[in-house]
């Protein structure tokens, strides 16, 4: 049901983007391997919770998100990892921890990895974990309008 919706959003906004279906994957390294997507392409959604405040930060499969440098970069008093408790219902029509980084849709502040930034195409889950979404990043940042900051740690 989320993809139909997330095709028809990036139709009206005269966006190509690819459908890749592949193997039941949970990580966003697997569903990288599975859909033979390179790591730094894969862009993986993580929920966080600035000042008690949801918000989504995108960075790319093989990264993960430093609380540090996002509490840094948002200003935040308070940054922590939101539990999926705390999320699911937000997300009604995808599957738990398979949404895609389109925060803006659900309301949702969205800060993006400037290494996920340097990248041409991204791909993401769209809504389950076994279909993606391929894009050019640059339609990726015009619909989504991100910050863009630092905040990768490997």
């Not at 929920?47 to 509490?71: F, I, T």
């Not at 849709?105 to 391929?134: C, K, M, P, Q, W």
């Amino acid at each position: 049901m989320w993809l139909q919706r997330l095709e028809e959003y990036l139709r009206a906004n005269q966006v190509k983007y690819q459908t890749i279906a592949h193997p039941l994957a949970y990580t966003a390294q697997e569903v990288a391997a599975s859909a033979h997507i390179p790591g730094k392409e894969m862009a993986k959604t993580v929920m966080v919770k600035l000042d008690g405040r949801l918000a989504m930060v995108v960075v790319p499969a093989s990264e993960r998100v430093h609380l540090g440098r996002l509490r840094e970069a948002t200003g935040a008093d308070e940054v922590a990892l939101a539990s999926e408790w705390e999320f699911k219902d937000r997300f009604p029509e995808c599957e738990l921890g398979a949404m895609p980084p389109f925060g803006n849709l659900y309301g949702l502040d969205v800060f993006v990895s400037d290494t996920l930034s340097e990248d041409e195409e991204i791909a993401f889950n769209a809504g389950t974990h076994s279909e993606l979404v391929r894009m050019r990043y640059r339609d990726f940042e015009r619909l989504v309008d991100p910050r863009i900051v630092h905040l990768a740690r490997h």
